[in-house]
Structure formats: structure tokens, C-alpha cells
């Protein structure tokens, strides 16, 4: 009798252990546009140092859309996102037209806390990814209205325009009357509310050259302490929108500034991550942007070459942390990270 109970007990604790590991925590960041030459600068420019250096394991992305070698925002976003590739400038939708489900929204079927952050507007194509299907990444009403509709627990970025000054006359804050809109990190911290939503701006944040502050670590921190305090598992998004931006205007000081700002989010998402044990941290990007080269200068001072204003066909890097980290070593398509990240969950 005792022996069986005995059993029972070590049966339990197994079953107990082993359903955790099966629902880990996911930390997912995009630096947009953040090739090996935008990390590499930037490391050199934040004294020779980055978190993404105490990764575990390192993959390379293969960033091509379904109809261009050279893809969007929309298109990469979607690959990461539900696992397919479709056309640039496309959300969420097949090329055969098919409505795709995101990581985002499985996690929230099997009873994740979500969460969603940019350093763009929330309706931006990186961030709308994860929850919009829409045919043209433009369509930025359209997917407000989408964002309204869907049920993440945290959002946080810009574009508040797009909510509440509408063709439609609608007011999209006031019927999302089951979130707590808050206006700082501090409200954010004190909140009580399940739901919240952070407009940082209007409309399109600024760079951090132009104002933003560089407080993404902040903001991660204080997001991730209050997603913990769930019993639930929690998946958060996060971009760093505008190092893509930097690369476009073939603006090096940008580009560098907006990867350190990044950077700190990444580190504190690693901290996060060695604490609990239980949580897989992935940073990549969807693609390169700017054809950025690394052309001599001194360690602490590069100089900076771009070949181009727009996006570039080379691998992105991906780095993995974390309970089944080890599955995002190698060289695979982009939508190879929604299923790696599917099967974590498993
Ligand atoms: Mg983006
Ligand atoms: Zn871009």
C-alpha cells in the first residue's frame, strides 16, 4: 500500500514537471532590418558588447517571400507568424487565400497571457502580423479595427490615429471598453487590469535621434514582471521597429542607436529568462535592410557603407535561449520559426 502511494506520488511530481516544460514561457523579438552588419556595428558602437552574445544557439533565416526574392515586412512578419510564405505587402493571408492562425492566437487557444510591442505604430506591418489578415499591409484602419476585435492581454506602441480619427467616424478606444488604457510605464507598473493598452504615440513613434526614449528595456521589464505574476504561460512579440527605418535612410547613427535600444530589451529578456528557467527567448530579424557594410575605421568609431534604400535577400540571424533553444541552430526557411515555436508548446 505504501509502495503504491509512494508511486502515485512520484507519478504526480513527473506529470507536474514534465507539463511544465511542456508549456514554456516565448519571448520573441524582430529587430527589424538587422542584418550581421547592423549587430555587428552596433556591438562595436555599445563598447564592443551585445546580450545577443550569451545566446545558446545560433541559426541563420531564410528571408525570401512566396513572389519576390527581396521581401516586405508583411510578408517576412507572416512567415514568422503563422508558418507561410505569402506575397509581399500581404498579412495573414495564403497566396491561395487562406486565412492563417498566428502563434499568437494558438497560444492564447491553449491558455497563454499575449502580449504585443512596438517601437512603430501597433498597426505597423511587424506587429500586425501576429494578428491581422489583410491584403494590403496599408490598410491601416482595417487592421485597427482587427486589433479591436482580437483579444491580446498587453499592447504597447504607436498610432493611436488609427483608433480614434476614422473615415468610419468610430472611436475604436472607447468600444474596447474591457482594456485599461494607460498613458506611462509607471500606470502600466501599478495596473490591476488584465487587459491594457499603451498608445505611446498618436501617430508614428520617433526615433530615439528625434526624441523617443530609449526605454524598451523598461518597457519589457515592466511587461514581463507583469505577465509572471499569471499562473498562465505568456507569449510577447516585441519589435524593434526602426532599425529598418535607420537602414531606409541609410542613417548609420540610427541604425546603431536603435539596435542599442533593442539590445537592452534583449537583455533584459535573457535576465527574465535565466531567472524563471522556464521561458524561450528567440531574437531574429525578417530581413536586412540598407545592403549595410562594415567598411575599416576603429573599433569604436566603423565606417558605415550602405549599397541601398531598400531591403536586401541575405539570411538574418536567430538566436535561441532557453527551453528547446536547441531546434533554431541551422540554416531553414523563415516560417520554420513558427513551427519551432508551435512544436515548443507542444
Ligand atoms: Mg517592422
Ligand atoms: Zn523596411
Known sequence: MKKISIGLWVFFFTTIIWSQKKSPNIILMIGDGMGLTQISSGMYANDNSTALEQFDYIGLS??????????????????????????NKVLGISPDNIHQKSILEICKEKGYKTALIATSSIVHATPASFYAKENSRYNYENIALQLRNHNIDIFIGGGSKYFTTRKDKRNLINEMFE?????????????????VGYFTYFDEPPSILNGRPANLDLITRTVLNKLSLNKSPFI????????????????????????????????????FAKNDGNTLVVVTADHETGGMSLNGGEINNVNIKFNT??????????????????TFSGIYENTQIFYKLRESIK
Open 62 to 87: 531564410k528571408t525570401a517571400s512566396f513572389d519576390k526574392l527581396i521581401t516586405d515586412s508583411a510578408a517576412s512578419g507572416t512567415a514568422m507568424a503563422t508558418g507561410i510564405k505569402t506575397n
Open 179 to 195: 482594456y485599461k488604457f494607460i498613458k506611462s510605464l509607471d500606470e502600466l507598473e501599478k495596473s490591476i487590469s488584465t487587459k
Open 236 to 271: 510577447v512579440v516585441i519589435e524593434g521597429s526602426q532599425i529598418d527605418w535607420g537602414g531606409h535612410d541609410n542613417d548609420s547613427k540610427m541604425v546603431l542607436s536603435e539596435f542599442i535600444d533593442f539590445d537592452s530589451a534583449v537583455k533584459e529578456a535573457l535576465e
Open 309 to 326: 534604400k531598400s531591403h536586401t535577400g541575405t539570411m538574418v540571424p536567430v538566436f535561441s535561449f532557453g527551453p528547446s533553444s536547441e
